[in-house]
């Protein structure tokens, strides 16, 4: 084997380690995604509670009849992915 043969395999390998790495990476990633629906709180104290959402476009704020509600009239969100 050259020494350009010999670098070459080395660049190869380091980069499958990565690639391996990496997916990984998002495959513990998604596993540790709750489902929405799911609520959570940031800290244990004091924390607003959260929720996970969908992906995609959802409606948000109080529906009519409710507008006494803190919240304002309905209007759509759409997280960025």
């Not at 540790?32 to 948000?60: I, K, L």
Request: hydrophobic fraction near 35%; glycine fraction near 8%; proline fraction near 7%.
């Amino acid at each position: 084997m050259t020494e350009r043969e010999f670098h070459m395999k080395k660049i190869l390998t380091q980069y499958g380690v990565c690639a391996l790495a990496v997916a990984l990476m998002v495959t513990l990633a998604q596993a540790q995604t709750p489902a929405p629906g799911t609520s959570f709180r940031d800290c244990s104290n004091g924390c607003p509670e959260m929720m996970v959402v969908q992906q995609g476009r959802f409606t948000m704020g109080a529906p009519a009849g409710e507008e006494a509600r803190e919240e304002s009239t309905q209007w759509y969100v759409t997280p960025p992915k």
